[in-house]
C-alpha cells in the first residue's frame, strides 16, 4: 500500500505516480516500449495527440516520426516540466482536463491518438472514449493502455478508479470504435494477444489498420530473426 503522504500529495508532480527524467534511459521500460510501439504506426505528415503526456518524453517520441505533436495533461507541474525538457519545434504542451471537451484544440482532429495507462484514473470512461473517437480523424488509429484487472488489482493503488480485464476493456473499446485489435505486455515488451500485466488496444473505425498491424508483426520477426543470427555468428 501507498503511504498516507503520498496519497494526500497524490496530484504532485513528484507523487510517485508520474516518472521524471531529461533522458529516456531515466523512465521505465515498459513505458518506454509502449511509445515506441505506437510510434511504428505513424507516417509522415500525421498529426498526433498524446492524451495524457505527463512529463512529455513520450509526446517528443511520437513527435519525431509526425508532422506535430500535441500532448496534454492536467497537471501544471508536469506541462511546465514537458516544455522546459521535451520540448521541440512541432510539439504543444496544453494544460487541462481530458473530461472537459474545451481543452482540445478547437477544429483539430488527429490521425493519430496515444493514451497510455490513463483511462482507469478517469472519473468517467465513456466521456473520455466519447471524446476521442470525435478527435480521431476517419481512418485514424487509438492506441489505449490500462492495467490487466486479471494480473494487477485496482484497489492497491489510490490514484486509479479501476483496472479492466482483457473482455472488459475490448468490450468498452467496441462501444466506440468499430475496429479494435489487442495487444499486452510481458517483460516490458509487447505482444499480440492477452495476458500481460496492461492491456494495449489499438482502436480504428476502419479495417485497414489490420495490414499495418501484420506489417509490423512481420517487421518484428525478422528484425528478431536477424538479432538472434548475429548472437550466433
Not at 56 to 73: E, F, K, N, P, V
Given at each position: 500500500m501507498f503511504p498516507e503522504k503520498i496519497v494526500r500529495e497524490k496530484d504532485n508532480l513528484f507523487s510517485g505516480e508520474r516518472e521524471t527524467g531529461t533522458k529516456l534511459e531515466e523512465f521505465s521500460n515498459d513505458h518506454v516500449n509502449r511509445y515506441s510501439f505506437a510510434r511504428y504506426f505513424i507516417k509522415p505528415g500525421d498529426v498526433v495527440l498524446d492524451a495524457a503526456c505527463?512529463?512529455?518524453?513520450?509526446?517528443?517520441?511520437?513527435?519525431?516520426?509526425?508532422?506535430?505533436?500535441?500532448?496534454?495533461?492536467?497537471?501544471?507541474?508536469?506541462?511546465?516540466?514537458a516544455r522546459i525538457h521535451w520540448?521541440?519545434?512541432?510539439?504543444?504542451y496544453i494544460r487541462g482536463d481530458l473530461l472537459d471537451r474545451n481543452v482540445y484544440?478547437?477544429?483539430?482532429?488527429?490521425?493519430?491518438?496515444?493514451?497510455?495507462?490513463?483511462?482507469?484514473?478517469?472519473k468517467d470512461d465513456r466521456a473520455f472514449l466519447a471524446a476521442m473517437s470525435e478527435k480521431l480523424l476517419p481512418g485514424g488509429l487509438f492506441f489505449v493502455s490500462a492495467p490487466n484487472a486479471d494480473v494487477i488489482k485496482a484497489e492497491n493503488n489510490p490514484w486509479h478508479e479501476r483496472h479492466y480485464t482483457p473482455q472488459e476493456f475490448r468490450g468498452l473499446l467496441s462501444q466506440f470504435f468499430s475496429y479494435v485489435s489487442e495487444f499486452t505486455q510481458v517483460d516490458c515488451g509487447v505482444r499480440r494477444g492477452?495476458?500481460?500485466?496492461?492491456?494495449?488496444?489499438?482502436?480504428?473505425?476502419?479495417?485497414?489498420?489490420?495490414?499495418?498491424?501484420i506489417i509490423l508483426l512481420v517487421h518484428k520477426f525478422f528484425y528478431r530473426l536477424k538479432t538472434r543470427l548475429l548472437e550466433l555468428i
Open positions: 505527463g512529463v512529455g518524453y513520450g509526446t517528443h517520441m511520437l513527435a519525431g516520426q509526425a508532422s506535430r505533436a500535441d500532448g496534454i495533461d492536467h497537471n501544471d507541474e508536469a506541462v511546465q516540466y520540448g521541440r519545434d512541432n510539439v504543444r484544440p478547437a477544429g483539430e482532429k488527429y490521425n493519430v491518438i496515444v493514451s497510455f495507462e490513463t483511462i482507469e484514473h478517469l492477452r495476458g500481460g500485466d496492461n492491456n494495449i488496444l489499438i482502436c480504428s473505425d476502419k479495417p485497414f489498420f489490420k495490414i499495418r498491424v
